[in-house]
Protein backbone atom coordinates (compact mmCIF):
# COMPACT_ATOMS: atom_id res chain seq x y z
CA UNK A 1 0.00 0.00 0.00
CA UNK A 2 1.46 3.27 -0.86
CA UNK A 3 1.61 6.11 1.64
CA UNK A 4 2.86 8.91 -0.53
CA UNK A 5 1.90 12.80 0.86
CA UNK A 6 -0.96 14.29 -0.74
CA UNK A 7 -1.10 15.88 -4.08
CA UNK A 8 -2.54 19.62 -4.04
CA UNK A 9 -3.18 22.36 -6.43
CA UNK A 10 -0.81 23.05 -8.28
CA UNK A 11 1.11 19.51 -8.14
CA UNK A 12 1.91 17.35 -11.06
CA UNK A 13 -0.53 15.25 -12.89
CA UNK A 14 0.16 11.15 -12.03
CA UNK A 15 1.25 9.28 -15.29
CA UNK A 16 -0.48 6.51 -17.00
CA UNK A 17 -1.91 3.96 -14.81
CA UNK A 18 0.31 0.64 -15.45
CA UNK A 19 -1.50 -2.27 -17.17
CA UNK A 20 -2.70 -4.77 -14.87
CA UNK A 21 -3.07 -2.27 -12.12
CA UNK A 22 -5.73 0.29 -11.02
CA UNK A 23 -5.44 3.49 -8.98
CA UNK A 24 -6.80 4.70 -6.22
CA UNK A 25 -7.11 8.04 -5.45
CA UNK A 26 -7.77 8.37 -1.69
CA UNK A 27 -6.83 10.42 1.60
CA UNK A 28 -5.51 8.07 4.08
CA UNK A 29 -8.32 8.85 6.78
CA UNK A 30 -10.93 8.83 5.05
CA UNK A 31 -13.64 6.41 6.11
CA UNK A 32 -14.81 5.98 3.10
CA UNK A 33 -11.88 5.71 0.72
CA UNK A 34 -10.84 3.07 3.38
CA UNK A 35 -14.08 0.78 2.34
CA UNK A 36 -12.49 0.63 -0.82
CA UNK A 37 -9.24 -0.07 0.15
CA UNK A 38 -10.22 -2.52 2.47
CA UNK A 39 -11.91 -4.30 -1.03
CA UNK A 40 -8.68 -3.89 -2.73
CA UNK A 41 -6.08 -5.27 0.33
CA UNK A 42 -9.08 -8.42 0.76
CA UNK A 43 -8.96 -9.42 -3.07
CA UNK A 44 -5.17 -8.94 -3.22
CA UNK A 45 -6.03 -6.57 -6.07
CA UNK A 46 -2.83 -4.30 -7.72
CA UNK A 47 -3.37 -1.04 -6.86
CA UNK A 48 -1.04 2.40 -6.73
CA UNK A 49 -2.57 4.99 -4.60
CA UNK A 50 -2.74 9.15 -4.99
CA UNK A 51 -3.69 10.90 -2.09
CA UNK A 52 -5.45 14.18 -2.21
CA UNK A 53 -4.96 17.13 -0.36
CA UNK A 54 -9.21 17.41 -0.26
CA UNK A 55 -8.86 21.06 1.52
CA UNK A 56 -6.84 22.19 -2.12
CA UNK A 57 -7.72 19.79 -4.78
CA UNK A 58 -6.03 19.31 -8.09
CA UNK A 59 -7.04 20.48 -11.30
CA UNK A 60 -6.37 17.40 -13.03
CA UNK A 61 -8.34 15.27 -9.86
CA UNK A 62 -11.58 17.54 -10.89
CA UNK A 63 -10.91 16.83 -14.46
CA UNK A 64 -10.87 12.99 -13.58
CA UNK A 65 -13.69 13.54 -10.91
CA UNK A 66 -15.95 16.76 -11.10
CA UNK A 67 -17.46 16.18 -7.64
CA UNK A 68 -13.65 16.11 -6.03
CA UNK A 69 -14.42 13.31 -4.49
CA UNK A 70 -12.71 9.93 -2.67
CA UNK A 71 -12.47 6.91 -3.12
CA UNK A 72 -12.27 7.54 -6.90
CA UNK A 73 -10.62 4.61 -8.76
CA UNK A 74 -8.82 4.48 -12.24
CA UNK A 75 -8.21 1.64 -14.87
CA UNK A 76 -5.27 1.61 -16.98
CA UNK A 77 -7.72 2.77 -19.71
CA UNK A 78 -8.60 5.75 -18.23
CA UNK A 79 -11.94 4.95 -16.49
CA UNK A 80 -12.96 6.81 -13.61
CA UNK A 81 -15.08 5.19 -10.97
CA UNK A 82 -16.71 6.84 -8.10
CA UNK A 83 -18.92 6.79 -4.42
CA UNK A 84 -17.38 3.93 -1.82
CA UNK A 85 -20.32 1.30 -2.97
CA UNK A 86 -20.15 1.92 -6.28
CA UNK A 87 -16.17 1.78 -6.50
CA UNK A 88 -16.47 -1.42 -4.65
CA UNK A 89 -18.71 -3.62 -6.13
CA UNK A 90 -17.14 -2.83 -8.82
CA UNK A 91 -14.05 -4.43 -7.93
CA UNK A 92 -15.81 -7.23 -7.22
CA UNK A 93 -17.19 -7.87 -10.43
CA UNK A 94 -14.23 -7.31 -12.21
CA UNK A 95 -11.81 -8.74 -9.86
CA UNK A 96 -13.77 -12.29 -9.37
CA UNK A 97 -11.32 -13.85 -7.08
CA UNK A 98 -12.81 -14.15 -3.48
CA UNK A 99 -16.17 -12.48 -4.13
CA UNK A 100 -17.17 -10.50 -1.23
CA UNK A 101 -20.77 -9.84 -2.40
CA UNK A 102 -23.24 -12.84 -2.24
CA UNK A 103 -23.66 -14.26 -5.93
CA UNK A 104 -27.59 -14.73 -5.56
CA UNK A 105 -29.89 -11.55 -6.40
CA UNK A 106 -32.00 -11.79 -2.82
CA UNK A 107 -28.33 -12.05 -1.05
CA UNK A 108 -27.09 -8.77 -3.15
CA UNK A 109 -30.05 -7.26 -2.43
CA UNK A 110 -30.28 -8.23 1.20
CA UNK A 111 -26.74 -6.14 1.48
CA UNK A 112 -28.04 -3.28 -0.21
CA UNK A 113 -30.87 -2.65 2.06
CA UNK A 114 -28.74 -3.13 5.28
CA UNK A 115 -26.13 -0.17 3.75
CA UNK A 116 -28.60 1.52 3.30
CA UNK A 117 -29.71 1.38 6.75
CA UNK A 118 -26.25 2.23 7.95
CA UNK A 119 -26.04 5.15 6.01
CA UNK A 120 -28.75 6.52 8.42
CA UNK A 121 -25.87 6.00 11.40
CA UNK A 122 -22.87 7.41 10.09
CA UNK A 123 -24.09 10.71 10.25
CA UNK A 124 -23.81 10.29 14.26
CA UNK A 125 -20.13 10.09 14.10
CA UNK A 126 -19.81 13.39 13.24
CA UNK A 127 -23.07 15.09 14.82
CA UNK A 128 -22.27 13.78 18.13
CA UNK A 129 -18.53 15.19 18.47
CA UNK A 130 -19.41 18.48 16.60
CA UNK A 131 -22.30 18.54 19.26
CA UNK A 132 -19.84 18.25 22.72
CA UNK A 133 -17.27 20.60 20.73
CA UNK A 134 -20.31 23.04 20.81
CA UNK A 135 -21.14 22.64 24.13
CA UNK A 136 -24.74 21.20 23.08
CA UNK A 137 -26.91 18.33 24.90
CA UNK A 138 -25.78 15.11 23.19
CA UNK A 139 -27.50 12.86 25.02
CA UNK A 140 -30.55 12.55 22.93
CA UNK A 141 -28.46 11.69 19.96
CA UNK A 142 -26.32 9.17 21.72
CA UNK A 143 -29.25 7.31 23.02
CA UNK A 144 -30.33 7.33 18.91
CA UNK A 145 -27.27 5.86 18.45
CA UNK A 146 -27.64 3.55 21.10
CA UNK A 147 -30.33 2.06 19.74
CA UNK A 148 -29.24 1.85 16.02
CA UNK A 149 -26.19 -0.30 17.40
CA UNK A 150 -28.66 -2.39 19.43
CA UNK A 151 -30.65 -3.28 16.12
CA UNK A 152 -27.59 -4.25 14.59
CA UNK A 153 -26.48 -6.57 17.93
CA UNK A 154 -30.38 -7.85 17.36
CA UNK A 155 -29.42 -8.76 14.21
CA UNK A 156 -25.97 -10.50 14.64
CA UNK A 157 -28.09 -12.69 17.42
CA UNK A 158 -31.44 -13.58 14.99
CA UNK A 159 -28.62 -14.38 12.37
CA UNK A 160 -26.75 -16.83 14.75
CA UNK A 161 -23.37 -15.57 12.60
CA UNK A 162 -19.95 -14.45 13.46
CA UNK A 163 -20.17 -11.67 10.57
CA UNK A 164 -23.25 -9.45 9.19
CA UNK A 165 -23.53 -11.46 5.89
CA UNK A 166 -22.27 -15.46 7.52
CA UNK A 167 -19.85 -16.66 9.26
CA UNK A 168 -16.95 -14.81 7.03
CA UNK A 169 -16.64 -11.57 6.20
CA UNK A 170 -18.75 -10.38 3.24
CA UNK A 171 -19.01 -6.51 1.62
CA UNK A 172 -21.07 -5.22 4.09
CA UNK A 173 -18.87 -5.70 7.08
CA UNK A 174 -16.31 -4.28 5.06
CA UNK A 175 -18.50 -1.04 4.16
CA UNK A 176 -19.75 -0.45 7.78
CA UNK A 177 -16.34 -1.21 9.73
CA UNK A 178 -14.24 2.11 9.09
CA UNK A 179 -16.75 3.82 11.81
CA UNK A 180 -16.70 1.36 13.92
CA UNK A 181 -12.25 1.63 13.96
CA UNK A 182 -13.13 5.43 14.69
CA UNK A 183 -14.94 4.79 17.63
CA UNK A 184 -12.74 5.90 19.93
CA UNK A 185 -11.76 8.95 18.51
CA UNK A 186 -14.55 10.03 18.45
CA UNK A 187 -14.96 9.04 22.00
CA UNK A 188 -18.41 6.62 21.73
CA UNK A 189 -17.34 3.17 22.86
CA UNK A 190 -19.89 3.14 25.46
CA UNK A 191 -22.50 3.24 23.04
CA UNK A 192 -21.40 -0.30 22.31
CA UNK A 193 -22.53 -1.13 26.10
CA UNK A 194 -25.16 -3.59 26.03
CA UNK A 195 -24.21 -4.82 22.44
CA UNK A 196 -22.26 -8.56 23.24
CA UNK A 197 -22.53 -9.71 19.65
CA UNK A 198 -22.02 -6.28 17.93
CA UNK A 199 -18.71 -5.95 20.46
CA UNK A 200 -17.54 -9.51 19.37
CA UNK A 201 -18.44 -8.54 15.75
CA UNK A 202 -16.05 -5.55 16.37
CA UNK A 203 -13.24 -8.27 17.83
CA UNK A 204 -13.50 -10.54 15.26
CA UNK A 205 -12.87 -7.49 12.18
CA UNK A 206 -9.64 -6.17 14.00
CA UNK A 207 -8.10 -9.77 13.02
CA UNK A 208 -8.95 -9.10 9.57
CA UNK A 209 -5.79 -8.95 7.21
CA UNK A 210 -7.34 -6.61 5.31
CA UNK A 211 -8.63 -4.26 8.09
CA UNK A 212 -4.96 -4.36 9.60
CA UNK A 213 -3.46 -3.12 6.87
CA UNK A 214 -5.54 -0.28 6.32
CA UNK A 215 -5.59 1.07 9.88
CA UNK A 216 -3.68 3.81 11.35
CA UNK A 217 -2.84 3.66 14.82
CA UNK A 218 -5.23 5.42 17.75
CA UNK A 219 -2.65 8.41 18.33
CA UNK A 220 -2.09 8.93 14.56
CA UNK A 221 -6.02 9.08 14.40
CA UNK A 222 -6.45 11.29 17.14
CA UNK A 223 -3.80 13.76 16.03
CA UNK A 224 -5.33 14.28 12.42
CA UNK A 225 -9.00 14.69 13.97
CA UNK A 226 -7.53 17.36 16.17
CA UNK A 227 -6.20 19.10 13.27
CA UNK A 228 -9.75 18.46 11.34
CA UNK A 229 -11.68 19.58 14.05
CA UNK A 230 -9.34 23.41 14.51
CA UNK A 231 -9.95 23.03 10.59
CA UNK A 232 -6.41 22.36 9.50
CA UNK A 233 -6.48 19.07 8.74
CA UNK A 234 -2.64 17.57 8.37
CA UNK A 235 -3.36 15.04 5.87
CA UNK A 236 0.43 14.19 5.79
CA UNK A 237 0.36 13.81 9.38
CA UNK A 238 3.17 11.00 10.07
CA UNK A 239 4.64 10.41 7.05
Not at 1 to 14: D, I, N, Q, R, Y
Not at 55 to 60: F, G, L, N, R, S
Not at 154 to 183: A, C, Q
Not at 186 to 213: H, I, N, Y
Amino acid sequence: MSTEKCFAKGSAAPGPVPKDHIRLYSMRFCPFAQRTRLVLNAKGIKYDTINIHLKDKPEWFLERNPLGLVPTLETSAGEVIYESPITCEYLDEVYPEKKLLPTSPFGKAQQKMMLEHFSKVTPYFYKIPMGRKNGEDVSGLEAELKEKFAKLNEDLVNKKTKFFGGDSITMIDYMMWPWFERLEIFELQSCLDGTPELKKWTERMLEDPAVKATMHSMDTYKAFYQSYVVGKPDYDYGL
